[in-house]
């Protein structure tokens, strides 16, 4: 009887043993709830009727989709001392509707102050469907691509582009149409181009994106063609002088128009003169662009002559919002835009409607990614955030919403130019939270502290930061930490995740 009873009890043991085996394989692969369901009878409707631990007991995420990984949320989250293993993602990239719900932004919370953190930026990363946005191009057979999940549909055959918008958005809605076939003129002769399309393996601006680029070769120039969330950016890259002058010619179609560069001239054409490139540095580019939503509104506007002219200028001279760059500061002799002085001032737009009118903002970080200084040679100087809302700046940007008298208060921590320069985000506090608009687009402008006193001078400093156009991890991006009344709570509400096509 007894060595029966001992080998019960070897058996019972190594029944258990490898019971808790197979529960900690479960749990290593599939998280601990999911391993322990066909174990207990109280665990196995967790998903859908969780198990709640005791009152007042606070249990960390253990979730891997909920985890926190964004990094300027996890820079915040050490700033304000709230540990990251109890905040958790309650809302992903969704389509507009109730409750706090947006293609631009994830909701967080932590699980135990009751804080609730925003973090948004300029590009949508779903659809209308809520199907997850792929920037890319795909080859449908020789010469013919067409695009990937976006908010619009594009088809290239030869050098024949026709964009159908597929999304309704800010600035277009559903069935716009855009269909145009570029011709590149050299001193009044076409040029033709050589061959068809090729995919570029890597983008050349962000190595985050594969096959999003299309590229014709016109032998004086690169023409490509670039997608990436939101957006269709064009560019002609010159390697060198051409030696007449280039018109370009759009031949657009439809009720949709790109959005040409500086060197536009009329809504069809861009004209660079011999003089520009005589005295460029090369590669000298030129863009245009199809976005379709205003918080890819971020650009600079540059005022040009001696110093005090273009500072108090009551409009810019040249309006950028088609490249990948933010410039402060100024860039004076030696730039070919501005024979004299250019003063820069940038500004960046997000859409914030989501937190609703109910919400409490009570901080507020602007990440800026570094992309560079110029050195003539370079000077420290502060980066200053400014407030000119409701009314300015316009949105999409515009040239007379350059002149300083708009624009006021000082937003944001202090931070030296020398030390956003660097490759990689750097964060500036805001103490303005009033700035933050909950219900619509928040827009702030990013000068230089010595354009603000009017004590900088005839020589250049200018820092330069990564705009949407640059894309994904490189964008400007906004946290926003509040709390909301205990109505708007979404205590229980299961997270909605991204589709994929």
């Known amino acids: 009887m007894r060595n029966k009873r001992v080998s019960m009890a070897l058996y019972c043991a190594v029944t258990l043993f490898a019971v808790l085996l197979t529960i900690a394989a479960a749990a290593a692969a599939t998280g601990i709830k999911e391993a322990l369901e066909p174990f207990h009878p109280l665990v196995r409707p967790f998903k859908d009727n969780p198990v709640l631990p005791p009152q007042g007991m606070v249990l960390p995420v253990i979730d891997h989709k909920k985890k926190v990984t964004d990094p300027e949320l996890l820079r915040e989250l050490e700033r304000q001392g709230i540990d990251k293993d109890y905040v958790e993602l309650f809302q992903d990239y969704a389509p507009g509707g109730p409750g706090q719900r947006s293609k631009f932004a994830r909701f967080y919370r932590d699980l135990r102050s009751g804080k609730h953190f925003m973090v948004t930026d300029g590009l949508p990363r779903v659809d209308d469907r809520g199907n997850k946005i792929e920037a890319g191009w795909k080859e449908v057979s020789p010469g013919r691509f067409r695009s990937k999940a976006n908010v619009f549909l594009a088809l290239v055959d030869a050098n024949r582009v026709d964009l159908t918008v597929l999304d309704r958005t800010d600035l277009a809605k559903p069935g716009d149409r855009l269909i145009f076939s570029p011709q590149l003129l050299l001193d009044g002769k076409e040029v033709p181009v050589s061959g068809g399309a090729k995919l570029l393996p890597v983008d050349a601006v962000n190595a985050n994106y594969k096959e999003n680029v299309l590229e014709w070769d016109y032998g004086i120039?690169?023409?490509?063609?670039?997608?990436?969330?939101?957006?269709?950016?064009?560019?002609w890259i010159f390697d060198g002088n051409p030696g007449a002058e280039v018109r370009i010619i759009y031949n657009q179609k439809g009720n949709y128009r790109l959005t040409l560069g500086k060197y536009a001239a009329g809504p069809d054409e861009e004209r660079v003169p011999l003089s520009v490139f005589n005295s460029a540095v090369y590669p000298l580019e030129i863009g245009d662009i199809a976005t379709f939503y205003t918080s890819a509104s971020d650009g600079t506007l540059w005022g040009c002559g001696a110093y005090a002219t273009a500072r108090t200028a009551a409009s810019a001279t040249y309006n950028r919002t088609t490249q990948g760059i933010l410039y402060i500061g100024s860039c004076c002799s030696y730039w070919g835009d501005c024979l004299t002085c250019g003063i820069e001032r940038s500004f960046v737009?997000?859409?914030?409607?989501?937190?609703?009118?109910?919400?409490?903002?009570?901080?507020?970080?602007?990440?800026?990614?570094?992309?560079?200084?110029?050195?003539?040679?370079?000077?420290?100087?502060?980066?200053?955030?400014?407030?000119?809302?409701?009314?300015?700046?316009?949105d999409p940007l515009q040239s007379s919403d350059y002149s300083y008298t708009y624009y006021s208060g000082d937003g944001g921590s202090s931070m030296l130019a020398s030390a956003l320069s660097p490759?990689?985000?750097?964060?500036?506090?805001?103490?303005?939270?009033?700035?933050?608009?909950?219900?619509?687009?928040?827009?702030?402008?990013?000068?230089?502290s010595r354009d603000i006193d009017g004590t900088g001078g005839n020589y250049s400093e200018s820092v330069y930061v990564n705009t949407n156009e640059?894309?994904?991890?490189?964008?400007?991006?906004?946290?926003?930490?509040y709390t909301v009344p205990s109505s708007m709570n979404f205590e229980g509400v299961k997270m909605e995740g991204i589709k994929v096509n």
Request: aromatic letters at 10%; proline letters at 4%.
């Open 221 to 235: 120039a690169r023409r490509r063609l670039r997608l990436i969330e939101g957006q269709m950016q064009g560019s």
């Open 349 to 394: 737009f997000f859409d914030t409607s989501s937190l609703g009118a109910g919400a409490t903002v009570t901080a507020a970080t602007l990440s800026l990614y570094g992309a560079g200084q110029s050195i003539n040679p370079f000077t420290d100087f502060y980066v200053r955030i400014q407030n000119g809302q409701p009314t300015y700046p316009n």
């Open 423 to 448: 490759a990689g985000y750097h964060d500036i506090t805001l103490n303005q939270l009033g700035w933050i608009n909950k219900t619509g687009t928040t827009k702030l402008a990013i000068r230089s």
């Open 470 to 481: 640059a894309g994904g991890s490189y964008q400007p991006k906004l946290v926003v930490t």
